[in-house]
C-alpha cells in the first residue's frame, strides 16, 4: 500500500495516542538496530523502540525461540491454572538473578499491568490507602498507574482516581516525611525517564528504603524502562545495594514481544491466593507461551554474551561524540540510558525532526521537552554508534543553523 495512503487509513482507523503530527514511519521491517520504511529508507533505532528492543530487532535467538514454542501450543489456560514450562523456566532464570527477597513472579502482559498488581499487593499486605510517587513519575496508563503519575495537571483529567495520593519530590530527603504509618506503597523510578533521565540519588535510594521499613510501606521499583542490563546491570537497582518489596518490569522483558510482571518475596506473592480463587489478581494472556519463550531467550543473551559489561563502556562512548557538539548543553543517565539536554524546545524538536529525516529514531521525553532519549538496543556496535553519533552531530548542525 502506498505511504500516503496508508497515513490516511492510520489516522482514520487507528486511535492516535497525540493530537500533533505523529512521525507516521510506515514500519517495512525491523533488523538489528535498524527499521525499514516501506520506501526502503533505513532508520538506526535509537531509542530501541522505547527500552523494548534491548537485544535488538528480531534477534534471531528470540525468533527461533518463539518458532519453537509454536510449534507446541499458543494460549492454553488463564494464568497459574496449568503449568506451562516456558513460564517456569523464564522465572526460575530470572529469580536465579534476583536477591532473595525477590522470589516470586506474577507474569502479565504489559508494565501498567504489573503497577496495578504490585499496588494491590501492597493493599492486601498491609490495608493502608496512601500511595506516594514522585514528580515526573510515568508509571503507566491504566486507573491504578495513572493514579501515581507524576504529573498533576495530567492526573487531574482522569478524576477521581485512587485516592489518598501525595506526590513526593524525587531525590529530596526532606520530602521522605511523606511516607507514613499511613502509607500502603511507595513507587519509583530509579532512573526518571520522562524526567530525562534523572539518577536516583544514592544516600537519597538508602533513605528511602529506611523510611519504608520503618514506616512499614512497600517500596515498588519500577523498572518498566530500566530493567533488563539497560543501565549496565540487569537491573539499575542493583547499582545502589537496596532491593524493592516489589519489582514491576516489562517492555524489553520479552525481546520484543509483549509480556510484563512484578516479583515479591514467596510470603508477600502468596497474599493473592488466598479466599477467592482467580479474584486476587489474574489475567488470560498474562505470561503467554510465546511470550515467555522469547522472554527467556532475550535473557540468556543478556546474561550469558558479554553484553552486560560492555554497556557502560558504549553508553561513554556516546557521551564523547556528544561532548563534542557544542548544542547539546547536557548529558544524563546511566549506561545505555541516555538523554541529550538542549537548549531550548524549539532547538530540541527541531534536532529530532532532522534525525528522523537523516535516518536517525531518537524520541522525546514525557515531562521534559529539551532533552531527547538516547537508548539504542544494548547490541549495537562500536562502528554503529559512530555512524549515528555522525548522524546526530549533522542533524543538530543542521537544527542550530
Ligand atoms: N513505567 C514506565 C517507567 C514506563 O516507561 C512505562 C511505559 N512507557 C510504563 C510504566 C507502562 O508500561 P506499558 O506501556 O507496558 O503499560
Not at 47 to 57: L, P, Q, T
Amino acid at each position: 500500500m502506498e505511504t500516503t495512503q496508508n497515513r490516511h487509513l492510520f489516522k482514520r482507523y487507528i486511535a492516535q495516542a497525540s493530537d500533533f503530527e505523529p512521525f507516521s514511519l510506515d514500519v517495512e521491517k525491523g533488523e538489528g538496530v535498524y527499521v525499514w520504511d516501506k520506501a526502503g529508507k533505513k532508520y538506526i533505532d535509537f531509542i530501541s523502540s522505547i527500552c523494548v528492543n534491548n537485544v535488538g530487532h528480531r534477534n534471531p535467538v528470540v525468533l527461533q525461540a518463539i518458532e519453537n514454542q509454536m510449534q507446541k501450543y499458543l494460549h492454553i489456560m488463564v494464568y497459574g491454572e496449568f503449568i506451562q514450562q516456558p513460564q517456569i523456566d523464564f522465572a526460575q532464570r530470572l529469580c536465579e538473578n534476583l536477591p532473595p527477597q525477590l522470589q516470586k513472579i506474577f507474569l502479565l502482559n504489559s508494565g501498567s499491568e504489573a503497577i496495578d498488581g504490585a499496588i494491590k499487593l501492597a493493599r492486601l499486605q498491609n490495608g493502608r490507602g496512601e500511595i506516594v510517587s514522585f514528580r515526573n513519575s510515568y508509571h503507566g496508563s491504566t486507573v491504578g498507574a495513572i493514579s501515581a503519575l507524576g504529573n498533576e495537571p495530567i492526573r487531574h483529567r482522569f478524576d477521581p482516581l485512587l485516592p489518598h495520593h501525595r506526590l513526593a519530590h524525587f531525590n529530596s530527603l526532606p520530602d521522605l516525611e511523606q511516607i507514613s504509618e499511613k502509607t500502603c506503597c511507595v513507587i519509583a523510578e530509579v532512573v526518571q525517564s520522562g524526567g530525562g533521565m534523572v539518577e536516583a540519588d544514592e544516600v537519597w535510594m538508602k533513605k528511602l528504603r529506611e523510611r519504608c521499613t520503618e514506616t512499614g510501606a512497600l517500596l515498588i521499583f519500577d523498572e518498566i524502562q530500566s530493567g533488563f542490563g539497560r543501565t549496565g546491570k540487569l537491573f539499575a537497582f542493583e547499582h545502589y545495594g537496596v532491593v524493592p518489596d516489589i519489582l514491576c518490569i516489562a517492555k524489553s522483558m520479552g525481546g520484543g514481544m509483549p509480556i510484563g510482571a512484578f516479583v515479591a518475596s514467596e510470603k508477600l506473592m502468596d497474599l493473592l491466593n488466598v479466599e477467592h480463587p482467580l479474584m486476587g489478581h489474574a489475567s488470560t494472556f498474562g505470561g503467554h507461551p510465546l511470550s515467555c519463550a522469547a522472554a527467556l531467550a532475550s535473557l540468556n543473551l543478556i546474561l550469558g554474551n558479554d553484553i552486560l559489561p560492555k554497556v557502560e563502556e558504549k553508553g561513554q562512548r556516546i557521551r564523547r561524540h556528544l561532548e563534542k557538539i557544542e548544542a547539546v548543553k547536557k548529558v544524563s543517565g546511566k549506561g545505555l540510558f541516555l538523554a541529550a539536554h538542549f537548549e531550548d524546545e524549539k532547538t530540541t524538536a527541531r534536532v529530532q525532526e532532522r534525525c528522523m529525516a537523516n535516518g536517525l529514531i531518537s524520541f522525546w521525553l514525557l515531562f521534559n521537552h529539551t532533552a531527547l532519549a538516547l537508548t539504542p538496543p544494548l547490541t549495537i556496535t562500536d562502528s554503529e554508534i559512530d555512524t549515528a553519533m555522525e548522524i546526530f552531530a549533522r542533524s543538530v548542525k543542521e537544527a542550530v543553523q
